[in-house]
């Protein structure tokens, strides 16, 4: 960006250069129609050069770049805590205010209402006396089975939970989201669930 940016100034001394030279040796042009028309020819060509050169200069470094320089692919986190500089900017726009997912917000006080209710869906979806119901078992098993590499998922590999406190969490989490959209979907995905208001 900042090669093309030095170019069109350069492009743009090179066009003023261009009309004081025709004013000065082509009076009779001057500001006519045919010296605006070859103007337009001379730096279309100047520019198309210029863009030509920039891409050439560029293309092999890059091409180099990318035949020795593999990139590390790291330890395959997705999920970040937010920089300490960019919370500064505004606290608010990456801190939960109703509820939290995952480990990061896991625990704070102020969304402690919120934890009600995900208990209140867990018991909805491995209610004991609902005969066709989820069994309870095969799920933990699943859950501790997927801890390892859901903690690979983050970058500090939630390492402020143990083990147990980190398979609750994924399994109590998941059962909210799990029937959070299940009666979202009993009321066409608007807001006529008692547990969905604005």
Not at 32 to 45: E, F, I, N, T, V
Not at 88 to 93: F, L, N, R, Y
Not at 154 to 175: E, H, K, R
Request: charged content about 25%.
């Amino acid at each position: 960006m900042i090669i093309r940016r030095l170019h069109i100034t350069n492009l743009g001394v090179y066009m003023t250069t261009s009309k004081t030279f025709l004013s000065a040796f082509l009076p009779e042009m001057g500001n006519g129609m045919l010296a605006s028309s070859l103007l337009q020819k001379m730096s279309r060509r100047r520019l198309h050069t210029i863009i030509n050169k920039t891409s050439t200069n560029l293309r092999v470094p890059l091409e180099e770049e990318l035949k020795t320089n593999i990139p590390n692919k790291g330890n395959g986190a997705c999920i970040y805590r937010v920089p300490k500089n960019m919370i500064d900017v505004e606290p608010k726009a990456y801190t939960p205010n109703i509820i939290s997912i995952g480990p990061y917000h896991h625990g704070s006080q102020y969304l402690r209402k919120m934890e009600e209710l995900k208990w209140r869906f867990f018991h909805r979806l491995f209610d004991p006396s609902n005969l066709n119901g989820l069994k309870l078992e095969p799920v933990i098993d699943a859950m501790e089975e997927l801890e390892t590499e859901t903690r690979r998922c983050y970058a500090d590999a939630a390492s402020q939970l143990g083990n147990q406190n980190f398979v609750l969490m994924m399994l109590i989490d998941g059962c909210f989201v799990v029937e959070l959209l299940r009666e979202l979907s009993k009321h066409n995905f608007s807001h006529g669930s008692p547990f969905v208001k604005r």
